[in-house]
């Protein structure tokens, strides 16, 4: 039995993430996206990965640049999920225009907890890269994080021990 791709998405529905915006700089030119896929993968070396679509923009200045940054959202920056989800091109050119993207050459997102990677693998699987960072630092955001799940953002609560 072959699976339908829309009952697969409709699974997938069902999965609450963190939501992140992975970053991009270098020769091949700087760029932002929201992405759905990331995890980390080992503590032993820090290695995380993210899954882009092989025809994304993002994905062609990743592997180009070979590094990028994992900006895992604070519960407060939604505006940054739309913003590099691509909701307000029609009306910027620019996606990272009048945000504080900090000092360094790799953009940051304020808030957001930053894992800076430097490219190990890429993987092709089906319509998607898989690609595996080295994590060369961490900056530590904001505790709470901007979670997705069944098509809407949602804050993060503790379960309460019932007594």
Avoid: W
């Avoid at 604070?74 to 009048?98: K, L, N, S, V, W």
């Avoid at 907890?113 to 961490?138: A, E, F, N, R, Y």
Wanted: charged share 20%; proline share 4%.
């Amino acid at each position: 039995m072959k699976m339908e791709r829309k009952e697969f998405i409709g699974a997938m529905r069902n999965v609450a993430n963190s939501v992140t915006v992975v970053t991009t700089n270098g020769d091949a030119g700087r760029h932002g996206a929201t992405v759905s896929a990331f995890c980390s993968v080992s503590a032993d070396p820090p290695t995380a990965l993210v899954c882009l679509n092989s025809k994304s923009k993002i994905a062609n200045l990743v592997t180009t640049n070979g590094r990028f940054n994992i900006n895992i959202l604070a519960q407060d920056t939604r505006h940054f999920a739309e913003r590099f989800a691509g909701m307000h091109d029609q009306d910027i050119t620019d996606r990272f225009e009048g945000i504080d993207i900090g000092n360094g050459e790799m953009p940051e997102l304020t808030g957001a907890t930053v894992l800076s990677c430097d490219i190990d693998q890429c993987i092709p699987s089906g319509s998607h890269q898989i690609v595996i960072g080295k994590v060369k630092s961490v900056k530590n955001g904001a505790k709470q994080p901007l979670a997705y799940f069944d098509g809407a953002y949602h804050h993060v609560l503790p379960i309460t021990s019932e007594t």
